[in-house]
């Protein structure tokens, strides 16, 4: 054991914790979510990367590390609308449900990445803009608060990138406490407990928030999650770490947890040799990293009611930086591929107008009509070689 092994995987928890918490909790917020709920959302959702990241390290002796989906807890603070836990619940199920079928079903599977990743990433980027575009809204309302953590996070963000978010998010939040601008004294010390909540299966929320969930994790979390450990020199066990990630997603949902899939960029803390030179020792991180979200766990409660008495501008403000690195992304691979850049465009125009029709949000339709662009290309392509030539 070296104490890099501990360090890292600190770095690790911190980072995948405090730079994205502002999520969950927008989240959270969207879908109605009592206070209760909210708090059980978080704790169940440290709880899952406790257990399903030391189940697969130890069990594969490799760095395989969990986390919460960033670009998921956005689709569902898009969707959101109010719909209630017990409906959201429903939804997160049948993601979970979908990604386990993924482990065992290989034709699920295939056909999941059959999907074009221009049109996944569209979508994906369509659900991402609306919150650096509220940033810049926040920033017009309360420019003494958000100009100020602005130019913090492109500072900070020089010498670590990936520490920026959090250093934003300790910061800003101590300077809001400091200077009165928010009212201390409605602060408590909150025990975390879970809350059991039975699903409901609303067929428009399945199909407009349920699979694009599911899509999104895949894509935007799994797929990048095996890539960095294949970087870094391992070779992951596909269909088992969907089963443990979806199985355990499976069972969180029950207490409102949105789902868990494997990490990309914190995983990627943890995969070179700074960790440990010995590749083969690399996985004792995930107990450790287990160990740090337990402790996570126990703070959950109360730091979601330190976030409950912060500034609305400020969680959004957190929110929308955290998502530009993911934005930057999504819209970089939506145009790569030229074929595909008018289904790519026609997704995204869509999916971040945020029209619902028939109970469906924006990210279902979103996909819808870049689909239906790529099966008219497709239909003229095949037309074109039928044709006689002359």
């Not at 730091?303 to 400020?314: E, G, I, Q």
């Amino acid at each position: 054991m070296r104490l890099s092994i501990i360090s890292s995987s600190f770095v690790a928890a911190v980072v995948g914790f405090g730079g994205t918490v502002a999520l969950p909790l927008a989240a959270a917020g969207a879908v109605g979510a009592s206070p209760t709920e909210t708090s059980s959302y978080i704790a169940a959702l440290c709880i899952g990367v406790a257990v399903s990241s030391t189940i697969l390290s130890v069990r594969y002796k490799m760095p395989l590390l969990t986390a919460w989906s960033t670009p998921g807890s956005a689709v569902i603070a898009s969707f959101g609308g109010g719909i209630g836990m017990s409906s959201a619940v429903g939804a997160f199920m049948t993601s979970a449900i979908l990604i386990t079928a993924c482990a065992a079903i290989r034709p699920l599977a295939s056909l999941v990445s059959r999907i074009p990743m221009s049109v996944a990433a569209a979508m994906l980027a369509g659900v991402l803009v609306r919150f650096p575009i509220a940033l810049v809204t926040n920033a017009g309302v309360t420019p003494a608060l958000v100009l100020p953590l602005l130019a913090l996070f492109f500072l900070l963000r020089l010498w670590s990138p990936s520490g920026a978010v959090l250093g934003v998010l300790l910061a800003g939040a101590a300077a809001i406490f400091a200077l009165g601008l928010t009212d201390g004294s409605a602060f408590q010390f909150v025990t975390p407990h879970l809350v059991f909540v039975p699903p409901t299966f609303d067929l428009p929320v399945v199909l407009g928030l349920g699979i694009p969930l599911f899509i999104v994790t895949m894509a935007a979390q799994n797929l990048p999650g095996f890539a960095v450990l294949r970087a870094g020199g391992y070779w992951p066990p596909t269909s088992p770490a969907l089963a443990v990630t979806g199985l355990t997603s499976l069972v969180m949902a029950f207490f409102c947890a949105s789902g868990i899939n494997l990490a990309a960029i914190t995983a990627a803390i943890c995969t070179g040799p700074d960790t440990h030179p010995d590749p083969a020792k690399r996985y004792l991180c995930g107990p450790w990293y287990g160990l740090w979200y337990v402790i996570l766990t126990a703070l959950g409660a109360t730091l979601v009611a330190v976030f409950a008495v912060l500034p609305p501008s400020f969680i959004a403000t957190v929110a929308g930086l955290a998502l530009l690195s993911p934005l930057t992304g999504a819209l970089a691979s939506s145009l790569q591929e030229e074929k595909d850049r008018l289904a790519a465009v026609a997704t995204f125009i869509t999916t971040a107008s945020g029209i619902a029709f028939f109970g469906l949000g924006a990210p279902f339709w979103g996909l819808a009509a870049g689909l239906g662009v790529l099966g008219l290309d497709h239909l003229k392509a095949r037309f074109a070689t039928m044709q006689p030539h002359g």
